[in-house]
């Protein structure tokens, strides 16, 4: 019955491992390549999110001085990643296999320690990585509460700096320029 159970189990933790590996091995189509080409692949965001922050401060500064080496080497993370995940993925599949078709008692309880210890170690790294995640997201948050508080403190000086700005004969920037009024109301000049 023991065994029926780890095998249901498994085979559950198995699916989830081939619905990874699918997603891994098909062919993408053109919004997630473009995504891909952009780093929004999660291998690459899983493994900028492992490096130390030393690390990640220095891909920073790459990325404001060379944004193709920096996406280059984003690039080359996560595959780095994505080839070491497929390769765990394939010994713990041969684990498996090998599990399934062993006979001696001995062999399957050593089998069945080292694939409880794969999944265990690919377990706790993703609590890792979520945990790492959630800790961006609140740093992200407290920031953005700053932000939003001192906006809402200087809230009246700011819409008078808009207004007067208005009044002058500049627009707000949009995509990322001035606009200048003209002579003519109609037209609008970009600065």
Do not use: C
Request: net charge positive; charged share 40%.
């Amino acid at each position: 019955m023991k065994n029926n159970r780890f095998l249901l189990v498994l085979i559950l933790f198995a699916i989830g491992f081939t619905a990874v590996g699918a997603e891994v091995n098909s062919v993408p189509d053109a919004e997630t390549q473009k995504r891909k080409e952009r780093g929004f692949d999660p291998f690459v965001w899983r493994a900028f999110s492992r490096l130390t922050e030393e690390q990640r401060q220095e891909l920073l500064k790459l990325q404001n001085s060379d944004s193709e080496q920096f996406r280059q080497k984003m690039r080359s993370l996560g595959e780095t990643l994505r080839r070491e995940e497929e390769a765990n993925f394939a010994e713990l599949r041969k684990s498996v296999a090998a599990y399934r078709s062993s006979t001696d008692d001995q062999e399957r309880a050593k089998l069945k320690q080292k694939i409880t210890m794969a999944v265990k170690e690919r377990y706790m790294q993703r609590l890792k990585d979520n945990k790492r995640q959630l800790d961006a997201m609140k740093r992200r948050a407290e920031f953005l509460e700053k932000e939003l508080a001192k906006r809402e403190k200087n809230a009246d000086q700011i819409i008078d700096m808009r207004v007067q700005s208005l009044l002058s004969g500049e627009f707000p920037k949009k995509n990322g320029h001035s606009f200048k009024m003209t002579d003519s109301s109609d037209k609008v000049t970009k600065k």
